[in-house]
């Protein structure tokens, strides 16, 4: 059973426009959420985090939303660039100290 | 906002050497930091949980000689990989929680190892 689903396995957008990735998790006792970037031969990048104490984390063109009633939470890339190409993770833990578990990831293509 | 810096982010190492990652805290002091190993595809799991000052808390399974943790400040806490193997090659990462205790976890941007 998936703990952590991203449902869209690829998504493509223009660029200078906003770009969402979904991510939704199971558990509920998950209170750490973290997203990565995954460039091909490379290792994974880590984005932006948010706790559950928060509903919003913002750092530069990178968002990310929390909605602890629905188990979701999505990252929002504005303007989104050709270089933000790449497989994005999302991972959720519970209790900082824990473990994270990952989704399987969205391929997101920004088109020039 | 506050920032935790890990380096190197990339480091390829000849097996048998030993490699070290540091992860510092760059506007806050960390009482406590947290070190993960992703393996592919998998989840990012716990190794050990460094506190300033004194021994870090292993998980199971994980072996201390092996991978060895010091957090001799409260702004920088190393992760030694002794006499590393190819086994070992994966993406570590850090976190750190402020003094002051906001319930926030912050993260650095990972490391990855490569043991040829």
């Known amino acids: 059973d998936q703990q952590v689903k991203q449902n869209s396995p690829s998504l493509s957008v223009q660029e200078g426009r906003i770009s969402i990735l979904n991510c939704d998790y199971t558990?509920?006792?998950?209170?750490?959420f973290l997203w990565y970037k995954k460039y091909p031969a490379e290792g994974p990048t880590f984005l932006i985090s948010i706790s559950s104490i928060k509903d919003k984390n913002e750092d530069g063109r990178f968002t990310v939303f929390l909605n602890k009633s629905a188990k979701h939470l999505s990252l929002h890339i504005v303007p989104s660039q050709p270089g933000d190409s790449a497989v994005y993770f999302c991972a959720a833990g519970r209790n900082y100290g824990q473990n994270f578990v990952f989704g399987p990831g969205t391929r997101l293509s920004v088109l020039p | 906002g506050a920032v935790v810096s890990q380096h190197p982010s990339w480091v390829i190492c000849k097996s048998g050497t030993s490699v070290k990652i540091e992860c510092r805290s760059l506007d806050f002091q960390a009482t406590t930091m947290f070190w993960y190993r992703q393996f592919p595809k998998q989840s990012l799991m716990l190794m050990a949980t460094s506190n300033e000052g004194s021994k870090a808390t292993y998980e199971q399974g994980v072996e201390k000689d092996k991978f060895l943790i010091n957090h001799a400040s409260l702004t920088l806490s190393t992760l030694t990989v002794t006499s590393a193997h190819p086994e070992d090659s994966s993406f570590y990462i850090c976190?750190?929680?402020?003094?002051?205790?906001?319930?926030?976890?912050?993260f650095g941007e990972g490391s990855r190892l490569t043991v040829l």
């Open positions: 976190s750190a929680v402020g003094r002051a205790n906001t319930g926030e976890l912050f």
């Open positions: 558990n509920s006792m998950f209170d750490y």
